[in-house]
């Protein structure tokens, strides 16, 4: 069966879920027992977030995101998953884990997505975890080694409960999401293979929340780079604006963003001016965090450049959007040339029907919980993820890590008080979900 076909029938499976009658109102025998034990797993599950977070794992470090890799092996074996580890040495990345529960073959198959890298390397000051109160503090506590000790409390409340061994799971853990290896035909193929045998997915990033009020997310916006170069005549400045001299590099990078801004944009996308330079000289620096340019006032600028970002709500309109911005670059002033060149990133995961109705099946676990309704989140308030490389696919769920603050500062903050709701949602929805 080919991708699209795949698609649309996973898309009419879930909207027959949907549209059919919901679950008995409270909780079964077996899912109290679920819920229990998904409450004792508290203190233990604690107990490996403060080990992982005090494991540095930058994603250029390499060791740090083996060493958190190997914890997990370890917990996954444990809960009678067949473990791999997919080495990623030939693109300078740690690699991935890959664990694999055979249930029933009756139920939902699940993809369970996270990662174990954290944008903080050893370099960085902020390295330890330490807890105030009802917060915990620490490097990459929230954005996602919470989520990954939430998904590890869930399954083990699952197996206690029972639930666990019909339950059909892949969890591909990446330990490069922060810094994605090339290819990402490489660094993915993994993530897309599961998806593949995938009925839906689940991804244990952080929990947004909107005025204390726990968010619900379907859909994450792609996050993709683009590169603008310019050149031009050059000569003095008194000449400029002539037909024989032109308008310079710097009039023609000016020109090109600018009517990005004015005739490129369209709604639930955005594109950012990063950094742009011009000059007799201009070049990027080689880390890209930069750029340099040379020059004097009285010569007309040869040479420019700029980078920035795009971002959209579905991989159509990144086409759309890249395909206006070329054209843009098509027309240049006179004495001018100008080329772009996009670098491909994360894809987005557009909103679906069959994610909705995955929304409310959740939105029936938090009422038999107890627990208020989620609405759906903004998804211009949310990152990109690796959810998106698998958004086309299946459906899916974003966001049963922890809340939390600050992700990708120092200081970066994990509510410890929803470390229990969520591992208790997240044991409970895919218990229902394993059921035939």
């Not at 909207?15 to 059919?20: D, P």
């Not at 060791?63 to 030939?90: C, H, I, S, Y």
């Not at 170069?229 to 009039?251: E, L, M, P």
């Not at 696919?393 to 969520?422: C, N, V, Y």
């Given at each position: ?407 990708h500062a120092p200081g970066e903050t994990m509510e410890l008080k929803s470390l229990d709701r969520q591992t208790k949602r997240a044991a409970l929805f895919m218990s229902r979900m394993a059921r035939p």
């Amino acid at each position: 069966m080919n991708r699209l076909k795949t698609s649309a029938a996973v898309l009419a499976a879930f909207s027959v879920l949907a549209a059919g009658p919901a679950s008995a109102a409270g909780l079964s025998t077996q899912e109290k027992k679920l819920v229990a034990a998904a409450g004792a797993e508290e203190a233990r599950s604690l107990a490996l977030l403060e080990t992982l977070v005090n494991i540095n794992s930058g994603t250029l470090n390499v060791a740090g995101v083996q060493d958190v890799g190997k914890r997990l092996q370890t917990e996954f074996r444990g809960l009678g998953f067949d473990v791999r580890w997919v080495p990623m040495n030939e693109i300078g990345r740690a690699g991935h884990l890959v664990a694999v529960h055979k249930g029933s073959g009756k139920g939902k198959r699940m993809l369970l997505i996270g990662h174990m890298d954290t944008v903080f390397e050893p370099s960085s000051p902020f390295q330890k975890y330490v807890v105030r109160g009802d917060i915990a503090e620490g490097p990459g506590v929230n954005d996602m080694k919470g989520g990954l000790v939430i998904m590890i409390g869930a399954l083990r409340a699952m197996k206690a409960a029972g639930t666990l061994k019909d339950a059909d799971i892949t969890v591909v853990l990446t330990g490069d999401e922060e810094r994605a290896g090339r290819p990402l035909t490489t660094s993915r193929a993994d993530l897309i293979n599961a998806a593949k045998a995938s009925d839906l997915a689940l991804e244990f990033e952080g929990l947004a929340q909107e005025n204390g009020k726990d968010m619900a997310s379907i859909a994450r916006r792609s996050s993709t780079d683009w590169t603008l170069k310019v050149t031009a005549k050059s000569g003095h400045s008194s000449g400029i604006f002539s037909d024989a001299a032109g308008y310079g590099a710097a009039y023609e990078l000016a020109r090109i963003v600018d009517a990005f801004r004015r005739e490129a944009r369209e709604v639930n996308a955005t594109f950012n001016v990063g950094y742009m330079a011009a000059g007799t000289t201009a070049a990027a620096n080689e880390t890209d965090t930069g750029a340099a340019a040379t020059g004097k006032t009285n010569i007309i600028p040869a040479q420019a450049v700029a980078r920035g970002d795009l971002r959209t709500l579905s991989n159509a309109q990144t086409e759309s959007i890249r395909a206006k911005m070329a054209a843009i670059v098509s027309q240049p002033l006179g004495g001018a040339k100008a080329e772009i060149s996009f670098q491909d990133g994360y894809p987005a995961m557009a909103p679906s029907a069959g994610s909705r109705a995955l929304l409310a099946k959740l939105n029936e676990v938090n009422r038999d919980l107890g627990l208020a309704t989620m609405p759906e989140l903004d998804p211009l308030k949310r990152g990109a993820g690796d959810i998106g490389f698998v958004g086309d696919l299946l459906p899916g769920l974003i966001g049963f890590g922890a809340a939390g603050e600050g992700a990708h500062a120092p200081g970066e903050t994990m509510e410890l008080k929803s470390l229990d709701r969520q591992t208790k949602r997240a044991a409970l929805f895919m218990s229902r979900m394993a059921r035939p």
